[in-house]
């Protein structure tokens, strides 16, 4: 980019301020900014007002910067001298042009109460100030960007409209009514609730069966993505179900109906009687919806530090029925809700995309619109798979999420607060350890590589770090 050419519009308030000007002049050149002013441009014999009507109307000038302080307002205000000619040029060019963003007021002074100078014509706009000095190094940058039209926010490119929303393509779970229901109960504390809450996950896990990809056009990785999203204000209602159970810090009784509703989900991801489609991947729609509704449970579970209730769902184990084709042990480990998805490898490799998880990127894009930060289920990812592991289940945890584990620093919150022993033993139950000395066992496992960590081609991650091992319940 060739460099653009700003100028700069003051008042000789003082030699002070004159030289203030000077010096911000000098700082924007070296920033390859071609600043043109009076001191450097006007010269003996030039025409003074055809100079300043040339630097704000001429187009070869992309910027015009107004410095605003308390002599220079009042004079914009009454119209007087220099500055006044400037101000009708000015003031003219704003009010009458469509594009505004050729002129910028910088701040050099303020009132005693603390309120910029600002001429009367640009109260409304937006300012940079110049002149506090914490702020200084990024007001430079912010009117750096406005130079170069380089903003450091841009919109992004307009997607399209979801899925959900096509009114000839939608599916209908039939959750409305009962969820109301269930979430007025949880809130209100209603007699009725064991009953609300039972009614709203059986019509949950019955018209789930609505989403079964049955007939559909071109290839069945788009098919997925296309059903997964149509399911998001269904995921969202669940998200909902969860966070009000995990506010309220309901019974056992509640904690063992949501244990019941993620069993119910279970046949959705493998072949069962009536089902007579046997690919690999016919289900796979069902194993990435069930699997994110399972880890944002866990997920606002932990947020709220409910840990008795969270053990509840890891420790006990879940019915799959024996003509499933999971296996021959009818009883599974909560492993049983993260299934591989052929899908999205071969999506992976049809497109060329060369991501190391799809099911990791869909994850994250979807959680943008829950309201629950990202850490939150890479942490519940992180203590999935420690608590799998720490008992050897038959089938571990996969932590899709913890791929993006190189934007997250230091230890999850969780480990971060049980250098307090009082917290620690809460915690504890989780794992269902009585020391910092059980994970030290599995640490040991993974350096001698008798259990292998999680790996990304050649991206892993360190769980003394994120367990914050050597501080666990060294305070009170």
Not at 277 to 285: H, L, P, T, V
Request: glycine share 4%; net charge neutral.
């Amino acid at each position: 980019m060739e460099n653009p050419k700003v100028f700069i519009s003051y008042s000789w308030s003082s030699p002070q301020h004159e030289q203030w000007v000077i010096d911000l002049a000098m700082e924007l050149r070296q920033a390859g900014v071609d600043v043109i002013i009076d001191k450097w441009d006007l010269k003996e014999g030039h025409d003074a007002i055809a100079f300043m009507e040339k630097m704000v109307t001429d187009p070869d000038i992309k910027k015009v910067i107004i410095i605003a302080d308390r002599v220079y307002s009042q004079k914009a205000d009454s119209r007087k001298g220099g500055v006044g000619t400037e101000t009708q040029i000015i003031s003219r060019e704003i009010y009458d042009k469509a594009k505004q963003d050729k002129f910028v007021v910088v701040i050099a002074e303020k009132d005693e109460s603390g309120n910029p100078y600002l001429p009367t014509y640009y109260k409304s706009r937006i300012y940079i100030d110049l002149i506090e000095p914490d702020s200084y190094a990024e007001n430079i940058e912010r009117l750096l960007r406005w130079i170069y039209d380089k903003p450091l926010y841009q919109k992004p490119e307009i997607g399209k409209k979801p899925y959900f929303l096509s009114e000839d393509e939608q599916i209908l779970l039939g959750t409305t009514a009962s969820f109301k229901r269930a979430i007025n109960a949880i809130k209100d504390g209603k007699s009725y609730l064991g009953g609300a809450l039972g009614e709203y996950f059986e019509i949950f896990a019955q018209n789930l069966e609505n989403f079964r990809i049955k007939n559909y056009k071109g290839e069945f990785d788009e098919a997925v993505i296309k059903n997964i999203e149509q399911f998001l204000p269904y995921r969202n209602e669940a998200i909902q179900i969860f966070q009000a159970i995990a506010r309220h810090e309901l019974k056992e009784e509640h904690i063992e109906s949501v244990h019941r509703f993620f069993e119910s989900l279970i046949p959705y991801m493998f072949r069962t009687e009536g089902v007579t489609r046997r690919a690999e991947w016919d289900f796979d729609n069902f194993k990435f919806i069930i699997h994110e509704l399972f880890l944002y449970a866990i997920a606002i579970l932990l947020k709220l530090e409910r840990f008795q209730q969270s053990s509840m769902l890891l420790s006990q184990r879940y019915y799959v029925p024996g003509n499933s084709d999971y296996g021959h042990d009818v009883m599974a480990s909560f492993s049983v809700f993260r299934q591989y998805m052929k899908s999205l490898q071969y999506r992976n490799e049809r497109l060329n995309l060369r991501r190391l998880s799809l099911r990791a990127d869909l994850l994250r894009e979807r959680c943008q619109t829950t309201g629950i930060d990202f850490k939150y289920l890479m942490q519940a990812d992180f203590v999935l798979l420690i608590r799998g592991d720490l008992y050897g289940e038959h089938d571990r945890w996969w932590p899709e999420t913890l791929l993006y584990l190189d934007r997250f620093n230091g230890p999850f919150e969780i480990f971060a607060r049980a250098e307090s022993k009082r917290y620690f033993d809460k915690m504890k139950h989780l794992f269902d350890i009585q020391s910092p000395d059980e994970f030290k066992q599995l640490l040991e496992e993974y350096q001698l590589r008798k259990r292998k960590l999680p790996m990304w081609e050649f991206r892993s991650f360190n769980p003394a770090i994120l367990l914050n091992i050597e501080k666990l319940a060294t305070r009170p």
